[in-house]
């Protein structure tokens, strides 16, 4: 019974801890002005991150500006793809107000742009080519 119990301890701590990190990256979420289509992927490599550690460039940029979504923020062009940030979440001046209600491009992934066909577009259109 003693064993069960310092198996429960770590065992708590740990999902503790995950309900903390969860949080953690829904309050970095909110401080974007959009974070609808990409979640995630807007600062991390991976699409179900489980640390901090493989942030993008973007999220590289958003954590070295403090987790802020500014003007400073919006400017730069963190995936280097042309497209400034702002552009590519939908905020162009980075006040926070969206111009739009979904992101027009992941500003942490240089090959997604506000040209980028999206996967259902061009399967359709591929589908109209096929005999
Ligand atoms: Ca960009
Ligand atoms: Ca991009």
Not at 102 to 122: A, F, K, M, Y
């Amino acid at each position: 019974m003693l064993r069960r119990k310092w198996l429960i301890i770590p065992i708590l701590c740990f999902a503790f801890a995950l309900a903390g990190t969860l949080k953690s990256r829904e309050d970095y979420m909110q401080k974007l002005p959009v974070y609808q289509k990409f979640k995630c992927s807007i600062c991390h490599v991976s699409l179900e991150p489980n640390s901090g550690s493989d942030l993008n460039n973007f999220g590289r940029d958003f954590k070295g500006n403090s987790f802020a979504w500014n003007e400073k923020l919006a400017r730069m062009d963190s995936d280097e793809d042309g497209f400034m940030n702002g552009i590519e979440i939908g905020d162009e001046n980075g006040d926070g107000i969206a111009e739009v209600t979904i992101e027009r491009s992941n500003p942490g992934d240089r090959l997604n742009t506000p040209n980028s066909v999206d996967q259902h577009t061009w399967s359709v259109i591929k589908s109209l080519f096929k005999d």
